[in-house]
């Protein structure tokens, strides 16, 4: 059966289209698993509800932007405030004083009258102690965790209160802090679970010098709150928000954390502090959507190679991985792109697929969100998510137009929000299947190892630095929405790893992956890696080398089959289980993120390729 291709609607068109194919094989199991339903009117082997007949034709967001209040202090309005409010009335409020860190801000704009003309203020300004008026700062760390205590600190009649969580603490030790906002009687997973509310995560500035994403998360957070413009859409689902994953970057106004590594290449290797808290966060409250809040380069590198400023308010992108399920990538694009698209348009603001270029001067091509399995946006895709990135056009021009770029980033969010909680059900049913089918397919078909996008061209529309009207221009665009198989292998039932990959295991309880223990000695059919090629390089990515990682072992393996004894107190990963498409991205060697090339498996005999239902006693560890 051929499904209908989810193309993306208005100026979102993919220069490359492919439809999504379902095996036979896959349908039954659909059909065994969650019984018969209809998708698309044309079969019935699927639960899924019936998909828009084009994606134009889905509900079109109105852009419900919440009413930002002009006090200093995320003081809530009475419960009853109304839904939407198009022209706030200003309160006067006392200056707030300027406060000077170093995220201080005295950038000289970077482009011209005619330029900033084109970004208009929006009627909305939002209140945050980094968008007072006479600020030059944005948000400090201690005002961020003074606002999220003092929502933390209501105390509303009748309404289950915020809650503060500390997900553990920066590398300069500093807090990292989130805001769980839930109607459940207690904050913890296994009673929100029990409530029957999906968990909705939203994480902003994981890079430092991205400053609106932050801003916008604790516009999101106050509006969720008792007497909050959004606080009913805590009916059907939880919110966690995590507005600062970096603080250290934040307060240096750098990219990268304080020992110089990107974290958002960093979630399946887990080296920082950071990306190992918003792990935990992930694997504990398991949500069914996550957002990451990014802004991105605005003059710079796309200046001197094409002559042009960027102009879109905000850059979207879905998952776009190897082995991502094909039904997330539906939901992505239907339920959650196109509304946004529309939300963004209806508040006059542009947007694009998210897109960057390399640091070579050289390179003129243009690159969609990689495809590797190491940002949050793939990563949290591969523990079953729909997963989204929203940027917005901030880096290298400090503080200019920091309302629009707030306003840019609350509108797509709030979006989201919405869809969520007008999709709950049907993400859920998506979400089951989704597990039980990633679980059944175990010791059957293919894995799909190394992905690249596909090359293409694409006419993109940049600013002219003199005059700023439009100038389109054709560009060579790599194109993450269709991926190419590189290569691909059987899958195995799972994977064998020695007792002393204890590094690997580590990181694998932080994801939340299975892992078991060997109890008793004994026997496996297995495909030992046999290694033909090797070479020491770095890691890259879209852009070029990614920050902090050093160099990586890069090897060509051959599978050879094998009967292999295994000890007693080695691991056995297994993939009938929900998370196998990340334990795949992690343990197959011959790729730049796994954890062999990473050395966190520092042998290749010490992993294998289990071929067959082991026959094995085992045990499970803490």
Sequence with gaps: MTLRDPSPTLSQQPVTKAPYRLSARRLNVMAALLGAATLL??????????????????????????????????VPQPLGAPARVAEPVATPVAPTPVIVSRNEDSLTPPYNAAVAARFPEPTIQYSTPGLGKDRRAFTTNAELAQWLNDLAGMRPANEARPHLINLGTSQRGTPILGLLLTRAKSPTPAVMESAGRPTVVLVGQQHGDEPASAEALLVLARELAPGGLLETLLDKINVIVVPRAN???????????????????????????EARAIARLVRDYRPILVIDSHEYTVVGRFLEK?????????LLQHTTTANYPEFLTKASLEWFHGPMVAALKNQGLSSEWYYTTSTNR??????????????????????????????????????????????????????????ASEKVGPLEQVRSFVVKDTSAQAC??????????TPTQRDLTFLDPTSGEDRTTRVDWNSSLTLRTLQARARPCGYWLDANATS????????????????????????????????????????GGIAGNGEIIRVK???????????????????????ANLAVAA???????????????????HTARVMATPALVFEEID
């Design 306 to 314: 094409f002559n042009g400023i960027q102009k879109y308010d905000a």
């Design 557 to 579: 393996v051959n599978p050879v089959r094998a009967a292999m004894d295994v000890p007693a107190q080695s691991y056995y990963i297994p993939l009938n289980q929900p998370l």
């Design 444 to 453: 059957r078909d293919q894995i799909i190892v190394n992905a690249a996008a």
């Design 247 to 273: 603080p250290d970057g934040s307060e240096a106004g750098t990219r990268v954390t304080a020992n110089g590594i990107d974290m958002n290449r960093d979630h399946l290797l887990l080296h920082t502090p």
């Design 504 to 543: 690997a295991v580590e990181r694998f309880k932080l994801l939340g992956i299975q892992v078991m223990r060997v109890a008793e000695a004994g026997s496996l059919l297995v495909e030992k890696y046999e290694e033909t090629a090797r070479e020491v390089s770095e890691r890259r990515d879209v852009r």
């Design 41 to 74: 009117g044309a079969c019935s082997s699927t639960p899924l509800p019936p998909w828009p007949a084009n994606p134009s034709s889905a509900p079109q967001a109105q852009a419900p932007a919440p009413l930002p209040r002009t006090a200093a202090k995320p």
């Design 362 to 419: 050289d390179d003129k091509s243009i690159s969609m969100g990689g495809t590797q399995p190491d940002t949050g946006r793939n990563v949290h895709g591969l523990k079953n998510t729909v997963s989204l990135l929203v940027e917005t056009r901030g880096v290298g021009i400090g503080r200019l137009h920091a309302q629009r770029r707030v306003h840019a980033q609350v509108v797509a969010m709030t979006s989201a929000l919405r869809s």
């Design 587 to 605: 343990l197959e060697p011959d790729t730049q993120n796994s954890y062999f090339a990473n050395r966190l498996v520092d042998d290749l005999n």
